[in-house]
């Protein structure tokens, strides 16, 4: 019964030290919870196109065309822009450009794009592609866009009645996923 | 006084009286076994290790920052603009995926362990979140097993690793939820 008792007691030793902390891993723990709420969105860029001029800002939503000191008749005209007279009425000026749509975060299969003048010019023509672009109303240039890199034309014609000097404006463009 | 005493210091504190002659040897072997078990355990509850999150100052602003459960809230995020929260960096990946990432600071100290000179630390996905991808440093996390982020960390620095969520551009909009569980192991 001693013995028994005895032994009891050694194995209850062995146990306690070998299960004891000191033998086991020291270790904290914690944790880091991560919330985000995606939400879906459009990107639409201008990269010059490589038939088209250079335009300022490729690759960004702000581009800019510059079509520097151009006349109807004779002078330079730009890299990549064709210049047309239209008989002794107008003449026009016309590039391509890039635009480039995507679509993340949404199951879109395609996109509506319209284009908008910010300033009213009521004596020169704007264009992209067919489509006549005002100021009083958005234009929509497709329905049904495919996303990824389309080439639109912007053609701008001048009547010959028009006095000399700069002509600036703005053209918003607006793309929307279906 | 026939009996013997002798006294056999043990460790720093135990202190333990043995007889010479009336004391079997046996039980000199279970008293010393339940003497080194005793002291084990003693010793044991003194070491630990605490592991604290902190906001980063290049990071975002963390919930809970100075305690061992953190949060990290970015929001309402886009791929394509949308406001990205302060000390966040987010960057598109061609059409493919686009990224949220912050640096967040990690403090380990220990008390008690004296021979440990550096330690581990590993980080798991609470739920599955295989739709994105979730790093800590350079280790992809999964709730399948823990990953490990670092083998040799430094006790008592403040340690920046990069939190990164990465979301691909199928993904549907919604709400993203989940819990790193981060443990460290003194080396």
Same mark, same amino acid.
């Given at each position: 019964?001693?013995?028994?008792?005895?032994?009891?007691?050694?194995?209850?030793?062995?146990?306690?030290? @070998?299960? &004891?902390?000191? /033998?086991?891993?020291?270790?904290?723990?914690g944790?880091?919870a991560?919330?985000?709420?995606v939400?879906?969105?459009?990107?639409?860029? /201008?990269?010059?196109?490589?038939?088209?001029?250079?335009?300022?800002?490729?690759?960004? +939503?702000?581009?800019?065309?510059?079509?520097?000191?151009?006349?109807?008749?004779?002078?330079? @005209?730009p890299?990549?822009?064709?210049?047309?007279?239209?008989?002794?009425? &107008?003449?026009?000026?016309?590039?391509?450009?890039?635009?480039?749509?995507?679509?993340?975060?949404?199951? &879109?299969? +395609?996109?509506?794009?319209?284009?908008?003048?910010?300033?009213?010019?009521a004596?020169?023509?704007?264009?992209?592609?067919?489509?006549?672009?005002?100021?009083?109303?958005?234009?929509?240039?497709?329905?049904a866009?495919? *996303?990824?890199?389309?080439? *639109?034309?912007?053609?701008?014609?001048?009547?010959f009645?028009?006095?000399a000097?700069?002509?600036?404006?703005?053209?918003?463009?607006?793309?929307?996923?279906? | 006084?026939?009996?013997?005493?002798?006294?056999?210091?043990?460790?720093?504190?135990?202190?333990?009286?043995?007889?010479?002659?009336?004391?079997?040897?046996?039980?000199?072997?279970?008293?010393?076994?339940?003497?080194?078990?005793?002291?084990?355990?003693?010793s #044991?509850?003194? #070491?630990s290790?605490?592991?604290?999150?902190r906001t %980063?100052?290049?990071?975002?602003?963390?919930?809970?920052? $100075?305690? #061992? #459960?953190?949060?990290?809230?970015?929001?309402?995020?886009?791929?394509?603009? $949308?406001?990205?929260?302060?000390?966040v960096?987010?960057?598109?990946?061609?059409?493919?995926?686009?990224?949220?990432?912050?640096?967040?600071?990690?403090?380990?100290?220990?008390?008690?362990?004296?021979?440990?000179?550096?330690?581990?630390?590993?980080?798991?996905?609470?739920?599955? $979140?295989?739709?994105?991808?979730?790093?800590l440093g350079?280790?992809t996390?999964?709730?399948?097993?823990?990953?490990?982020?670092?083998?040799a960390?430094?006790?008592?620095?403040?340690?920046?690793?990069?939190?990164?969520?990465t979301?691909?551009?199928?993904?549907?909009?919604?709400?993203?939820?989940?819990?790193? %569980?981060?443990?460290?192991t003194?080396?």
């Amino acid at each position: 019964m001693k013995l028994k008792l005895l032994a009891g007691l050694t194995i209850l030793g062995f146990a306690t030290l @070998v299960s &004891s902390p000191v /033998f086991a891993a020291t270790t904290a723990s914690g944790t880091v919870a991560v919330t985000a709420t995606v939400a879906s969105s459009v990107s639409l860029t /201008f990269v010059s196109d490589p038939a088209g001029i250079a335009l300022g800002g490729t690759g960004t +939503s702000a581009a800019t065309i510059a079509f520097g000191n151009v006349q109807a008749y004779g002078g330079v @005209v730009p890299a990549n822009v064709t210049k047309t007279v239209t008989g002794v009425v &107008s003449w026009t000026l016309s590039t391509p450009f890039d635009v480039v749509v995507e679509v993340a975060n949404q199951v &879109s299969p +395609s996109y509506t794009l319209t284009a908008q003048l910010a300033i009213a010019d009521a004596v020169d023509t704007w264009k992209i592609g067919a489509s006549t672009i005002t100021s009083a109303s958005a234009t929509s240039l497709t329905a049904a866009g495919t *996303y990824g890199t389309t080439a *639109y034309t912007l053609g701008l014609t001048i009547p010959f009645t028009k006095a000399a000097g700069a002509i600036n404006n703005t053209i918003n463009f607006v793309a929307t996923a279906n | 006084m026939k009996e013997q005493l002798r006294q056999n210091r043990i460790g720093h504190d135990a202190t333990v009286l043995l007889s010479s002659h009336k004391m079997p040897k046996h039980l000199w072997i279970i008293a010393m076994v339940l003497a080194l078990a005793l002291l084990s355990v003693a010793s #044991a509850t003194a #070491a630990s290790l605490t592991l604290t999150f902190r906001t %980063d100052p290049s990071g975002i602003a963390l919930g809970g920052s $100075g305690t #061992a #459960a953190a949060t990290i809230n970015f929001g309402s995020v886009h791929a394509y603009g $949308g406001v990205v929260p302060a000390g966040v960096t987010k960057s598109v990946n061609g059409t493919t995926t686009w990224t949220l990432s912050t640096p967040i600071e990690v403090k380990v100290t220990k008390t008690g362990l004296g021979t440990s000179v550096n330690y581990t630390m590993t980080a798991q996905l609470q739920s599955s $979140g295989l739709t994105y991808t979730w790093k800590l440093g350079s280790a992809t996390l999964t709730s399948a097993f823990p990953a490990m982020v670092t083998a040799a960390g430094v006790y008592g620095s403040k340690t920046a690793y990069t939190f990164s969520l990465t979301i691909p551009f199928s993904a549907a909009a919604g709400t993203v939820n989940n819990t790193l %569980d981060i443990i460290v192991t003194a080396n």
